[in-house]
């Protein structure tokens, strides 16, 4: 190796350590600051933070459970629900938040998203995207986007729903038939693959039955992605997560901007011939956008590079999010249904007596010729939301300024300045000071009226969170949902198999949380995943 090369290497190797070494002094600087003005935090050590106490916590639940779950054990030392949290130089001081109060007080404050997020989204989608723009930017892009997520266009995407779970009832029939363990979260991905690929480019690409390079290439990319917190040096340092990062990634781009160029092309041709107006050939997210440039622009238009480059990011931020968080709430809700059978009765109940069968076929035909009937389905979607707040895939966090100041209920102040503010939806939909009974599954609470002790608080559920920047696709999302349980619930038996599983993959560790072995792990950029992706058996009724 050249000597000036070792020496950019050494010297570079200083410069890192001399900035890691700055912000651990940095860190420690305030919390001792914010220790002696009596705020609340963990106990405090001058070196090492809140490391020990975190571990301390860390130690009483299975070591793959996600830091939201550690937080969750440590919620019961904060009972106002507002805390410190020093893991430098892992992270960013944090101002750990878990009362509706907080949450409203975030969304009324244009906060940014740390750079870590925003790197990592732009690792994973390309470039700018809903997520990452800033205000006015976003602005215009949302505007674009909306109408391609109202209930009226998302009711016209539901034949192409309802074909892609076809492939998946045809799929539990055949595990059904083999009275096999199946890891359940594996199908539910690539059914919530195949549907978000459907909706946002019109083409089937069938992962459910086959490879898929799409698929492949979008999971690996999120798996090969930590997002915000990872205390894990294996991920972090793996030299190999790189690489396979950009191979995916180039991949994916290709194929999406590939489909972006056929599909303009078709309707550049078709306009010409002034029929792009009335085109129902196809139902597409893609298609929708593609068409609305044309409309501003006229048919002799080429497609801009810089808008057919954002388009690109804005799908594969829609491939991303629209099937991973979707794909393991769905195997929740599979979960959650099997062990509390009075729940799966009723839920049963409502099915047939809406579609007159539970015969997964029959009702994929009822709901087809009357899409609007899914919103009839209250009790599923009761089942969905209390999924959802056990359960949520992500969680709300933004950089601090100094001129925000958070207020918890008792009146108490918490400057947010150089720490993140990090609002976690579980220990906000657990919180025993706003529900009752917060960790039992009881869907009833979302038809109760005000006043009633299951009543849910104002702000206290926000798995797609509130305000201008709220989720866009929660509406896709919830349908896709209702679509799949009433096309499944009706004809199969979900049997957990965890017993079975921890017999062939022995672990003298801790693996329940509040015993409960379904418990929350990392799953990389794509947020929570149920353990083991639940194996299961599947039986046919």
Known sequence: MPSSVLFAIIIATFACLFRWIFQLIQARRLMSKL?????????????FGHFKEFLKHKANVPTDATINTVLLHMLDDFPDGVFYLDLSPFAKPLLITATPSCGQQMQRHSLHKPMELVNASVRLTGGPNLFTMPDKTWKTWRKILEPCFSSAYILSLVPAIIRETCSFVDNLEDLAYKKSLVQLEDLTLNLTIDVIVAVSLDI????????????????????CTSVGLDLNPVSRLNPIRPLLRYISARKLDNLILS?????????????????????????????????????????AASLNKQFRSIVSSQIRLFLFAGHDTTGSTLAYCYFLLSKHPAALQRIRAEINDIYGTSHCRDVATAIRDDPPSLNRLIYTL??????????????????????????????????SAECNVWHIHLLLQRN????????????????????????????GWRPFEFGARNCIGQTLAIFELKIVLAMTVGQFDIIPGYDDWDQTHPNPCIRTVLGNRAYQVDGGAGGAHIANRFPCYIQSR
Not at 204 to 223: F, V, W
Not at 270 to 277: I, M
Request: aromatic share 8%; net charge positive.
């Open 35 to 47: 220790r002696n003005a009596g705020l609340p935090m963990p106990k405090y050590h001058p070196i």
């Open 204 to 223: 089937q690409i069938n992962c459910q039955k086959e490879k898929s390079e799409i698929a492949s290439s979008l999971r690996t990319l999120i798996e």
């Open 259 to 299: 489909e972006i160029d056929n599909r303009y092309n078709t309707l550049r041709m078709a306009a010409k011939k002034e029929k792009y107006l009335s085109d129902s050939t196809s139902s597409s997210i893609v298609t929708a956008i593609l068409q609305g440039y044309l409309f501003d622009h006229g048919p």
């Open 382 to 415: 009761c089942i969905i939301k209390e999924a959802l707040r056990l359960y949520p895939p992500a969680s709300a966090i933004r950089e601090g300024k100094p001129d925000l100041v958070m207020v918890d209920e008792s009146g108490r102040t918490f400057p």
């Open 432 to 459: 025993s000071k706003y529900w009752k009974d917060p960790h039992e599954f009881k869907p009833e609470r979302w038809l109760t009226k005000p006043g009633e002790a299951l009543y849910p608080p104002k702000g």
